[in-house]
């Protein structure tokens, strides 16, 4: 049996920064896209309005992304967050 008639809904990238970020000071800069609460949840959750996805960020540089619908449009939110996420590498 084959299927032809479908549509993806959801697609889920994982990504390394190869390096750790500040997630607090991310949080504290980007409050109304942000949530973070490490006794809950070790990632911090970044909602991107466009494209529409979220992106689970991790202290080690790691992210999950969920909600895209194409590879395109995973790489054009990553690039579009990279900038900020490099402001608030970690540095020793």
Same mark, same amino acid.
């Given at each position: /049996? %084959?299927f032809?008639?479908? /549509? ?13 970020? %500040? ?10 896209? /942000? ?30 992304? /969920? ?21 608030? %590498?970690?540095?020793?």
């Amino acid at each position: /049996t %084959r299927f032809f008639d479908f /549509t993806v809904q959801n697609m889920v990238g994982l990504f390394d920064l190869r390096f750790p970020i %500040r997630l607090e000071g991310l949080l504290l800069a980007n409050e109304q896209m /942000t949530q973070y609460e490490p006794e809950l949840f070790p990632g911090l959750i970044y909602r991107i309005i466009k494209p529409r996805l979220v992106m689970l960020i991790f202290v080690n540089g790691k992210i999950v992304m /969920t909600g895209a619908k194409s590879r395109e449009q995973m790489y054009e939110a990553l690039n579009n967050v990279y900038p900020i996420l490099h402001n608030y %590498r970690k540095t020793n």
